[in-house]
T-cell receptor
Framework: QKEVEQDPGPLSVPEGAIVSLNCTYS??????FMWYRQYSRKGPELLMY????GNKEDGRFTAQVDKSSKYISLFIRDSQPSDSATYLC???????????FGTGTQLKVEL | GAVVSQHPSWVICKSGTSVKIECRSL??????MFWYRQFPKQSLMLMAT?????????EQGVEKDKFLINHASLTLSTLTVTSAHPEDSSFYIC??????????????FGPGTRLTVL
């Protein structure tokens, strides 16, 4: 079993839809949770960075962490074609330790 | 802030030659940089952790004599793929930790280097 599980998709939604992306994990030591967006042939771009359980909102993006269920989510409101990319969840124990990544979910927002 | 660059962005080389990839933090100091490789439609696989002024720590299964890492300063780390073979063709991405970021745990990624070995 992988430490971090993420549905690879592809996920196709119409423009304006609310998108829900999720990851589950097995290591209870993970404390920091991140979402990265990666366009084709580009490096990952940090979207959201959260610590422990709770919600964090930034513009159209909301990150949720439920440590009791070992489940994290990224919501995208009013999705746009420019949101079409691969979304990677990542997490670690903190202290600058290495990140453990999900496989990434490919999202396509269609006109 | 927190910009990481890589050079070159893409390189094609002949089998048996060596290729050097540079990773620079442009507007911050990074004591630690990480090197990843990514195959098409797959996630990032950590190859090694590079600490300024000390030897890199390699992940299990990564040949340290083949993938030479040097972290000469707080803004520069290099990855040299020695005696490259076609199976080394991949997308190589570096990331860096920002000393000034609260908690010092966020990682910022470079744009990646696409290596093709003929």
């Amino acid at each position: 079993q992988k430490e971090v599980e993420q549905d690879p998709g592809p996920l196709s939604v119409p423009e304006g839809a609310i998108v829900s992306l999720n990851c589950t994990y097995s290591n209870s030591a993970f404390q920091y949770f991140m979402w990265y967006r990666q366009y084709s042939r580009k490096g990952p771009e940090l979207l959201m960075y959260t610590y422990s359980s709770g919600n964090k909102e930034d513009g159209r993006f909301t990150a949720q962490v439920d440590k009791s269920s070992k489940y994290i989510s990224l919501f995208i409101r009013d999705s746009q074609p420019s949101d079409s990319a691969t979304y990677l969840c990542a997490m670690n124990r903190g202290g600058g330790n290495k990140l453990t990544f999900g496989t990434g979910t490919q999202l396509k927002v269609e006109l | 802030g927190a910009v990481v660059s890589q050079h070159p962005s893409w390189v094609i080389c002949k089998s048996g030659t060596s290729v050097k990839i540079e990773c620079r933090s442009l507007d911050f100091q990074a004591t630690t940089m990480f090197w990843y490789r990514q195959f098409p439609k797959q996630s990032l696989m950590l190859m090694a952790t590079s600490n300024e002024g000390s030897k890199a720590t390699y992940e299990q299964g990564v040949e340290k004599d083949k993938f030479l890492i040097n972290h000469a300063s707080l803004t520069l780390s290099t990855l040299t793929v020695t005696s490259a073979h076609p199976e080394d063709s991949s997308f190589y991405i570096c990331s860096a930790r920002n000393l000034r970021t609260s908690g010092n745990n966020e990682q910022f990624f470079g744009p990646g280097t696409r290596l093709t070995v003929l």
